[in-house]
């Protein structure tokens, strides 16, 4: 029994097949925006501490 792929599911396939390098590209453009390096305690702590406190009601 064949299993049913969706239009969208094919057009993806066949995308790949044409373009091997796309899936490469999508996961360092994710790299770029997306995954970074983990903060220093010493660079979380000067954050903290730069922050400006907000009033309780903002509009007054």
Known sequence: MAQYKSTISLFLEELKTQKPELEQAQQDGRALLWDKAP?????????????????AYVYQ
Do not use: N
Not at 39 to 55: G, T, V
């Open 39 to 55: 903060i220093s305690p010493e660079d979380q702590k000067r954050a903290q501490l730069a922050r400006i406190k907000q009033k």
